[in-house]
């Protein structure tokens, strides 16, 4: 039953999450059980060697569980980001799921007519260009890009992350965790100064790309939670 500001349940997200992930990875009701069970016999086999049964059993379902749900978390990002890699704005979809202190443009800054797309992302390393598409084809998108984001902010550091699958590209999965691991330049209050200074250029429209544009991160941000 969804709760009464009309998000769903916990328990309801859970399946839902489940519901979707086994679309990528069918197996992964088998290899859940697997896991769970394996544990749990372990510690049965213990307790009977040791005669401990009655601590060790309720360990072991606690113990089942929580490596279960671990490695349902992990695959269920991977296929959440499997299931929206290719897709146009995949890379957006990916960046929102940052937490706090990092701006994402809610429409690309840059696209051209092969969908290929530039996104900014505003943090305390800088303002970070990512794109999105091969790299033959974004390379001056994102040249233009800096160019033109460098005369509202020409003093603050420009960095360009190529996200795909070509060679020196980011894959998905590992595109929120280089965002993170770039060096941090600057204190909260300076990023909220760039942020408001380049609205100025978020102002000029730029049309989404067409076609399935993902929705979120839902399920990959809810499992690293």
Do not use: H
């Amino acid at each position: 039953m969804a709760k009464k500001d009309g998000k769903p349940g916990r328990f309801k997200q859970i399946l839902e999450t489940y519901r979707l992930t086994k679309r990528s990875d069918p197996r992964i009701g088998w290899i859940l059980l697997g896991i769970f069970v394996g544990i749990l016999a372990i510690f049965v086999i213990l307790g009977f060697v040791f005669g401990l049964l009655i601590y060790l059993v309720p360990l072991g379902i606690a113990t089942a569980l929580l490596v279960a749900t671990i490695v349902f978390g992990r695959r269920a990002e991977a296929s959440a980001y499997s299931q929206i890699e290719g897709q146009p704005g995949a890379a957006g979809a990916v960046l929102r799921s940052l937490r706090s202190g990092w701006f994402v443009t809610e429409q690309p800054v840059a696209l051209n007519k092969n969908q290929d797309c530039v996104w900014r992302v505003v943090g305390r390393p800088g303002v970070i260009l990512v794109s999105e598409g091969p790299s033959t084809r974004v390379n001056q998108m994102l040249a233009n890009e800096r160019k033109r984001t460098a005369r509202f902010v020409p003093e603050i550091e420009i960095i360009e992350i190529q996200s795909g699958n070509d060679e020196g590209q980011i894959r998905l999965p590992k595109l929120n965790r280089k965002v993170m691991k770039q060096k941090r330049n600057y204190k909260p209050a300076q990023v909220t100064e760039v942020r408001r200074r380049l609205e100025a250029l978020a102002a000029q429209p730029m049309s989404a790309p067409k076609g399935p544009m993902p929705k979120s991160a839902r399920a990959a941000r809810g499992q690293r939670g």
